[in-house]
């Protein structure tokens, strides 16, 4: 059996395939020309190079293929021309090219990566957290990345319903753990604490689950899903604060104590795209996502349980995990890292 994986080559992705080697199949990604490949390197897979807008590119790594799993995506949180642009192309047209494409070579079985971005959030913490019908108001989505993954989701239902795409949308909510190299939003926050760039937190909440659990989570999906039905994939649901205490207890490092307003991370956000719109890079701290922060990404996965057999491990595995694996790889200056492997060591 052949599997073809957009997006191996990122985080998510990087899981899902070593999830499908591990699982028996033969894997080939499609890669970008000049992507980072690191986190395919030394595995036994076919590497397909091309773009999602790519017809031809698309064509060709769908040939023979058995199961499609696609999980490129761009991510920024970024809101200029150029990255609105990019995220669009990118998540919503390079979406409808390849399921286009996938039903024409008729692919049997289809898995898209959403994402819990497409959802509506709970209105205040003491709400249930969220679920698959949990439907957002489209003029209430904050920045563009979570629109373009909100039209992309709506895209791929409406073309299971209207042209028999046999596709199951799973919904991350915030994977954590190792190689995740650029890194993802919640793996910033893991190395932001452990070189002690965190001095304040800000009153949130996240639902953080295991990367692999999540990988493994898309196969059961494969698996077990429905067409045209949504299954979130996600594990805990935390506050910030309780992250950052897990994590100080994993690594013996200090956890911030001082809550941040939040109209003082609204200031430093619109300084921060300030800046980066001078220089012509991305913001440090971008406005969106200080926007989202707003709200506690919290999140049920029960039906993810129930109809797929999802048994996600605990949070404080996932960070160990993601805390090890930047310490060993050289992400975290020495002292810090030493100090916290030391613990990491002691109890994992």
């Known amino acids: 059996?052949?599997?073809?994986?957009?997006?191996?080559?990122?985080?998510?992705?990087?899981?899902?395939?070593?999830?499908?080697?591990?699982?028996?199949?033969?894997?080939?990604?499609?890669?970008?020309?000049?992507?980072?490949?690191?986190?395919?390197?030394g595995l036994p897979v076919e590497r397909a190079t091309g773009e999602l807008g790519e017809r031809a590119?698309?064509?060709?790594?769908?040939?023979?293929?058995?199961?499609?799993?696609?999980?490129?995506?761009?991510?920024?949180?970024?809101?200029?021309?150029?990255?609105r642009q990019l995220?669009?192309?990118?998540?919503?047209?390079?979406?409808?090219?390849?399921?286009?494409?996938?039903?024409a070579a008729g692919v049997p079985r289809i898995v898209y990566t959403s994402s819990v971005a497409v959802l509506a959030p709970p209105a205040h913490p003491e709400a249930p957290p969220a679920d698959e019908r949990s439907e957002p108001v489209e003029s209430a989505i904050v920045g563009p990345y979570k629109h373009s993954k909100y039209l992309a989701d709506r895209l791929v239902r409406a073309m299971v319903r209207e042209r028999g795409l046999p596709a199951v949308l799973v919904l991350p909510s915030a994977p954590i753990g190792p190689r995740d190299r650029k890194p993802t939003p919640t793996g910033?926050?893991?190395?932001?604490?452990?070189?002690?760039?965190?001095?304040?937190?800000?009153?949130?909440?996240?639902?953080?689950?295991?990367?692999?659990?999540c990988a493994r989570g898309h196969l059961l999906a494969l698996e077990r899903g429905v067409p045209g039905e949504r299954y979130i994939l996600g594990g805990q649901n935390l506050t910030l604060r309780q992250i950052l205490e897990a994590l100080a207890e994993l690594t013996g490092l200090p956890a911030p104590r001082v809550r941040l307003p939040y109209a003082v991370a609204w200031t430093a956000a619109l300084a921060s795209e300030a800046w980066a719109r001078l220089r012509g890079g991305e913001p440090r701290v971008p406005l969106s996502g200080v926007r989202m922060a707003r709200k506690y990404m919290w999140f049920d996965s029960a039906?993810?349980?129930?109809?797929?057999?999802?048994?996600?491990?605990?949070?404080?595995?996932?960070?160990?995990?993601?805390?090890?694996?930047?310490?060993?790889?050289?992400?975290v200056p020495h002292p810090r890292a030493a100090i916290a492997l030391a613990h990491l060591g002691a109890e994992h």
């Open 1 to 41: 059996m052949r599997a073809l994986v957009t997006g191996g080559t990122g985080f998510i992705g990087a899981a899902v395939v070593r999830a499908l080697l591990a699982a028996g199949w033969q894997v080939r990604a499609l890669v970008r020309p000049g992507a980072d490949t690191a986190n395919l390197d």
């Open 57 to 83: 590119a698309l064509r060709s790594a769908l040939a023979g293929a058995d199961a499609l799993f696609h999980l490129a995506a761009a991510y920024t949180l970024a809101s200029g021309r150029r990255a």
């Open 303 to 331: 039906r993810a349980r129930s109809e797929l057999g999802f048994a996600p491990s605990d949070a404080r595995r996932a960070l160990a995990r993601a805390a090890r694996w930047y310490c060993e790889h050289g992400y």
């Open 87 to 103: 995220l669009y192309r990118t998540n919503v047209e390079g979406t409808r090219a390849l399921m286009e494409e996938a039903l």
């Open 188 to 213: 910033r926050i893991v190395l932001d604490f452990l070189c002690g760039r965190m001095p304040a937190y800000l009153d949130t909440g996240l639902n953080v689950v295991d990367v692999d659990d």
